[in-house]
């Protein structure tokens, strides 16, 4: 299977703390996507960082891409509860499609 | 202004029925996608068409058929329901193919076989 990993399956930490997610998949890459989704809801569009990039940040967001070892990293800094919510890396490689990690269930409480 | 709309939001039904799931959006994007995510959350492609032709038809059984009446629509049609077809089944939009530009997804329609 082509699919992505993500570790950890789940993540719970209290409102104010970082959250890192990692992933990990098998071939060679365009580019990387990271999506979020919310309960009942579908997936948003969070970052996309290209092969020949190493980091990009966006608001509270850093990725990070090392195709050496074919993972991914997305911090999340300063969590809040409304983070809340399942995480999935997506890669793209020589067969033109998105192919989904397993994603990352992060709960933030209060 | 929903961008990307899917209509039902819920389906429950039969084995063996035929049903139908509408995808709508208004982002003016050229490509447009059907996903299937099972109860393990796990997301995988279906179909993909871009200006109303089938680029993407992974494996999937031929009781699933997509139709694209124009490059801002692209429903599903599946056949002979099974209780295996239960899922959440998203649909999708980029502008341009291949994976290289965010996509954008409806809300799901929640697709239950009794």
């Known amino acids: 299977s082509q699919q992505g990993e993500e570790d950890p399956q789940a993540l719970s930490i209290q409102e104010g703390e970082n959250a890192t997610m990692n992933c990990s998949y098998k071939?060679?890459?365009?580019?990387l996507q990271w999506y979020r989704q919310n309960s009942g809801r579908g997936l948003v569009h969070l970052i996309l960082?290209?092969?020949?990039?190493r980091e990009k940040h966006s608001g509270r967001l850093r990725v990070t891409l090392d195709t050496s070892k074919k993972s991914s990293s997305l911090l999340i800094t300063a969590s809040r509860a409304a983070d809340t919510a399942s995480y999935f890396c997506?890669?793209?490689?020589?067969?033109?499609?998105?192919?989904f990690g397993t994603g990352t269930r992060l709960q933030v409480t209060l | 202004d929903t961008a990307v709309s899917q209509t039902p939001k819920y389906l429950v039904t039969q084995m063996g029925n035929d049903k139908s799931i509408k995808c709508e959006q208004n982002?003016?994007?050229?490509?447009m996608y059907w996903y299937k995510q099972d109860s393990k959350k796990f997301l995988k492609i279906m179909f993909s068409?871009?200006?109303?032709?089938?680029?993407i038809n992974e494996t999937v059984p031929n009781r699933f058929s997509p139709k694209s009446p124009d490059k801002a629509h692209l429903n599903l049609h599946i056949n002979s329901l099974e209780l295996g077809d239960s899922a959440v089944y998203f649909c999708a939009s980029s502008q341009g193919t291949g994976g290289v530009e965010p996509q954008h997804f409806g809300d799901g329609t929640r697709l239950s076989i009794l």
């Open positions: 997506a890669h793209t490689g020589t067969a033109s499609k998105l192919t």
């Open positions: 068409y871009n200006n109303k032709e089938l680029i």
């Open positions: 982002l003016g994007h050229d490509t």
């Open positions: 960082i290209r092969s020949n990039e």
């Open positions: 071939t060679s890459i365009n580019n």
